[in-house]
């Protein structure tokens, strides 16, 4: 989503907004209830709090891709950015971790130890991938994209908004309580013209679909979400206001945008966390969204198995601590299913590691437990 200082008419004739790829629709069995499928669609596709981020910017002149030109010729279109945008990346990232949320973002120079992987590849529009989604993707792939040029004044927002996506947040013009009626063909007209030219499906996947309840934060509809783009004149048909007026976001996060995140990726505190030993099961007693933390000091070098037991549905995370930083291991999500989050991996004695679960929804708040053995 691109934003203009002025945002008048003139201006936004000129925009160019954000697209993501569609994916396919995950397809919960049939026993799922209404509820619990809600906070799968809320929860699915987001971080564990306490994740930190490594980002990563392509920086070889073999990276990027070859295009096909219309006259039949193909020419190479480098994914490598310049400094200037790179700095305006590094600014948005500041934006989020400045609201002294539980993840962080840590640049690194290589592309294997990054989820976050970002190409500006001129034309190929501004993208990411939403949440955990990222881990999907190979080293050489891209997680997300800038496809024009970010140092441009009032640019900042885009990025700020493609991280949005990265942290699982979806678009908020698409949230089935905004009420927005569309002037379909009028939206599909404006976005099939330059400078954006999208098809009609393009249009319908960022725009006029609505997403499931559940999908969006919050109860009710945040036209100044940073994640919200702007609709010139004659495209909202209700509420009215915006017929008239075109629907222009504050720029920047909103108030309800900084108070979620923070809800979402609360702040943690490792080490006041319990140690988890081998064999012993914790009771972890989660409300939907929360998560417990426990160290875990391995005594010996081997195979170590994670479980967490009863009828919930949750993500369980182990990260280790290397040189204070913690690096993402492994992970596992048992939502929708009728099993439960488990994994099995080598750990090290005298090293530290930490293990994240959370809830998404649980049968009963007392019957979920985690163990390693
Ligand atoms: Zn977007």
Redesign the pocket.
């Known amino acids: ?1 691109a934003t203009t200082d002025e945002g008048g008419a003139g201006e936004s004739e000129e925009r160019r ?4 790829h569609a994916v396919p629709k995950r397809i919960l069995p049939a026993s799922v209830t209404p509820m619990r499928e809600r906070l799968i669609n809320l929860f699915g596709n987001k971080w564990v709090t306490g994740t930190v981020l490594h980002y990563y910017f392509f920086d070889r002149d073999t990276d990027g891709e070859n295009v096909l030109l219309e006259n039949g010729q193909t020419v190479f279109v480098p994914w490598k950015g310049a400094e200037n945008e790179m700095q305006v990346a590094r600014q948005a990232f500041d934006v989020w971790a400045q609201q002294g949320i539980g993840i962080r973002f840590e640049e690194v120079r290589e592309r294997e130890e990054a989820e976050i992987r970002i190409g500006f590849m001129r034309g190929d529009g ?3 991938w939403l949440g955990r989604e990222i881990l999907d993707h190979g080293p050489n792939e891209r997680t997300m994209n800038f496809g024009w040029n970010i140092a441009a004044p009032g640019e900042l927002d885009t990025a700020i ?2 991280i ?2 990265t942290l699982g947040f ?2 908020e013009h698409q949230n089935p309580k905004a009420g927005i009626e569309w002037d379909e063909e009028a939206v599909y007209l404006d976005l099939a013209r330059p400078p954006n030219e999208w098809d009609r499906a393009k249009t319908y996947w ?1 725009i006029i679909r609505k997403l499931e309840p559940g999908e969006v934060e919050g109860t009710t509809w945040d036209p100044d979400s940073v ?1 919200h ?1 702007p609709f010139k004149a004659g495209l909202i048909r209700k509420p009215e206001h915006y017929f008239i007026h075109g629907l222009q976001p504050a720029g920047g996060l909103s108030e309800r945008d900084r108070s979620w995140v923070k809800t979402l990726y609360p702040p943690t505190d490792d080490a006041a966390a319990p140690l988890l030993r081998p064999a012993q099961s914790v009771l972890v007693e989660l409300a939907p969204g929360q998560q417990r933390d426990f160290r875990v000091a391995p005594q010996e070098t081997r195979f170590y198995q994670f479980g967490t037991f009863g009828a919930s549905d949750s993500v369980m995370v182990l990260f280790e601590s290397d040189n204070h930083q913690l690096r993402y291991r492994i992970g596992d999500d048992d939502s929708g299913e009728d099993l439960n989050a488990y994994f099995r991996i080598k750990l090290f004695k005298g090293r530290e590691y930490v293990l994240r679960v959370r809830m998404y929804h649980s049968e009963r708040r007392d019957q979920t437990s985690v163990m390693m053995w």
């Open positions: 989503m907004i954000c697209s993501l501004a993208w990411s908004h493609e949005g996506h979806p678009h960022n994640m783009y």
